[in-house]
């Protein structure tokens, strides 16, 4: 009984990412080499992830983690992918025993795995890029409050259509969410120059020429009460570790 009322409560944040029977997902695992074994572990990923993890759904990106509480560490992007296709994940004793003897014993007791829904209808890729640099603006979500989120980021995501044709970002939801993290949805932008760091795109202008003067304040004011604080990291992409290559193609993101 208590497990059915549990996923009761999940049923009104859920609702908001899982409205089609298949969409694309991310499983994102945090990895912390010993401080001693750095150059070992990096050697072993690239090979592992050249060997099990260089095409197709199963393809993954290491990223180095710049900034944060997880600075330091790296995370291991595996997809975009569907559920379904777990049931087909190489679980070869050949594979397994390469990550237990080769990546395992390199690594810290800090690490978790996370799954990301990719929001294609809040998301935009409109051009071709190559991997880089990565923003990462996390956000905590009060309970029972995807309706509203949603509401707003077609609202951002309409100016970002009107005055930023050409900037790919994509919004993922935490399939897996917990109360304590304060990760539950995350917006990725991508870039190359960290002058984009330093860079004002004039956003706010943009907002209220679209919806109205003062039309931001009130954005700002509802995204206040459906969130309660967020969270921003740094990656960098490394091509070396690796399986996939840093080539996106807008069209395997629409």
């Known amino acids: 009984m208590k497990k059915v009322f549990f996923l009761i409560l999940l049923i009104p944040f859920l609702a908001m990412s899982q409205n089609n ?23 072993n990923i690239a090979s592992h992830n050249k060997q099990f993890h260089a095409e197709g759904p199963f393809g993954a990106r290491v990223y180095y983690i710049a900034s944060g509480e997880n600075a330091g560490s790296y ?5 975009p992918l569907p559920w379904s296709a777990m049931d087909s994940r190489d679980e070869s004793e050949a594979h397994t025993n390469d990550w237990n003897s080769n990546v395992q014993p390199y690594i810290s007791n800090k690490t978790a795995t996370t799954y990301w829904k990719f929001e294609n ?24 409050q995807g309706d509203k989120v949603n509401s707003a980021m077609e609202k951002v995501k309409k100016v970002m259509g009107d005055a930023y044709k050409d900037m790919a970002y994509g919004i993922y939801m935490n399939e897996m969410p917990s109360t304590k993290d304060g990760k539950d949805m995350v917006a990725v932008y991508f870039f190359d120059k960290y002058s984009f760091m330093s860079e004002d795109p004039k956003f706010v202008d943009s907002y209220n020429k679209l919806y109205g003067d003062g039309s931001f304040k009130n954005f700002l004011k509802e995204w206040g009460e459906i969130t309660q604080g967020g969270s921003t990291e740094l990656w960098i992409f490394q091509p070396k570790l690796s399986g996939l290559s840093g080539e996106i193609q807008a069209a395997d993101r629409n």
């Open 75 to 79: 995370m291991w992007v595996m997809g």
């Open 121 to 144: 209808g809040l998301s935009s890729f409109p051009i071709d890029f190559t991997l880089d640099k990565l923003l990462l603006d996390f956000y905590d979500i009060k309970r029972f």
């Open 21 to 43: 029977a298949e969409y694309a997902i991310m499983e994102n695992t945090l990895l912390t080499p010993n401080s001693a074994d750095v150059k070992k572990f990096e050697t």
